[in-house]
């Protein structure tokens, strides 16, 4: 008769497959995606994140567990796929963090987790992990954490309480991407319902001067069951309004080997650039959902940004840049709400009468050359030779 010695890994090598796994999620995709995705450099599990205000913070990114009962078809840690499993129990991952943040080697937790053996279960590991943090070590920066789909309404309010940010990934625009995506999710009540739960008690914490997370973000991952681009930015404008979302982060589809969607091509990452560029339309620049220029499959054009396809179609006259208001400013391609602003400061000063002077404020010229005046003219182009 022959026995099995079942050997439990120690911490490092939970780490180097609780956290490698995490930071696969950040670090394997390509360089335009990481930029948009506010991501600036991955070593392993530790990744350098753009914060809200400006700059970077060094993350921890790491699952409280990598096995999960769920088949989710574009995700490496799916039941379908065999791998080794394993997990933190709350003390070894909150020691393990704290001790990369007393030795300066991360400045914040992002903590995700596969689900098993249910959604309440997942979530009580992952908020006994926050709260040791919190409560017995006395941390207090930053924590980004996951809320998992389905849990019950006393884990989202423990995790808004204790989390700076959190974040409940959609994956889709709608069920039946879904269906088509992540067979045993389900689209309104547990995902979209926790988000809008979190939404609420995030915004009666403010109302009441409590501390709470300040921020909620979502992900889709984009190309893989056919979805359009008008559908992900319809859903992504419907959570701006109604649940007041931070940012919508966008994923393009690589195939995992072994998965059901293994032969399926990987998505063009400029259709990811797009969608961001789209959102910032209507996160900062004031356009609707409705100006933004989809085409008859509901996608936008890859081959120049979504501003400059509604400049094309819609700025037939030059717009005088000594005068413009700055909700028309941010309209014309090249200038962002950052540049409309140093445009209005400059030409309280002087006129603006060149080029080069909108180039020192931060205007990509070349793009907002064909849609300005200055000063009553229109600007002196040089043409490219080649
Ligand atoms: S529930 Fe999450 S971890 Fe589990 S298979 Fe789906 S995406 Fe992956």
Redesign the pocket.
């Known amino acids: 008769m022959s026995t099995t010695i079942i050997v439990e890994p120690d911490v490092q090598q939970k780490l180097a497959i609780l956290g490698g796994e995490a930071a696969d999620e950040v670090t394997d995709v390509p360089a335009t995606q990481s930029i948009q995705q506010g991501i600036t450099h991955a070593t392993g599990f530790l990744y350098d994140a753009r914060r809200e205000g400006g700059g970077t913070t060094r993350l921890f990114k790491v ?1 409280q567990t ?1 096995a ?5 078809k ?7 796929i065999r791998r080794k499993r394993t997990t933190f129990k709350p003390d070894e991952l909150a020691t393990t963090f704290i001790s990369l943040s007393r030795n300066r080697m991360a400045e914040g937790l992002f903590l ?4 098993v053996p249910d959604a309440d279960t997942t979530m009580e590991q992952m908020l006994a992990t926050v709260e040791r943090l919190r409560l017995r070590e006395g941390y207090t920066g930053y924590i980004h954490l996951k809320l ?2 389905g849990a019950s309404f006393a884990y989202i309010e423990r995790a808004v309480e204790l989390a700076d940010r959190v974040s409940l ?1 959609l ?1 889709a625009p709608n069920q039946e991407r879904l269906s088509a995506l ?1 067979p ?2 389900e689209f309104s009540a547990s995902m979209w319902g926790r988000m809008a739960w979190a939404a609420e008690l995030m915004k009666q914490a403010r109302r009441e001067g409590r501390k709470a997370a300040r921020s909620l973000t979502t992900q889709f991952v984009v190309g893989a069951v056919g979805e359009s681009d008008r559908e992900l930015l319809a859903t992504v404008q419907r959570a701006h309004r109604e649940l007041g979302l931070w940012r919508a982060y966008f994923s393009v589809f690589h195939p995992i080997a072994r998965s059901p969607l293994a032969d399926q091509p990987a998505e063009d990452p400029t259709r990811a650039l797009r969608l961001y560029q789209s959102d910032f339309m209507l996160r900062d620049y004031g356009f609707s959902y409705d100006e933004l220029p989809f085409d008859a499959q509901g996608l936008l054009p890859r081959d120049r940004t979504p501003k400059q396809a509604w400049a094309e179609r819609h700025l037939h006259e030059p717009i005088e840049l000594n005068r413009a208001p700055r909700h028309i400013l941010v309209r014309v391609p090249g200038i962002g709400p950052r540049s409309a602003d140093r445009i209005i400061a400059a030409r309280r000063q002087s006129r603006l009468r060149d080029l080069s002077q909108l180039k020192a404020l931060g205007v990509t010229t070349g793009w907002a050359a064909p849609y300005v005046l200055l000063d009553g003219r229109r600007p002196a182009v040089q043409l490219s030779l080649w």
Not at 68 to 72: E, G, H, P, S
Not at 74 to 80: E, G, L, M, N, R
């Open positions: 699952l990598n999960c009962r769920f088949a989710c574009y995700c490496f840690t799916s039941c379908a995700s987790s596969g689900i998992i789909p990934n994956e992540a045993d999710k």
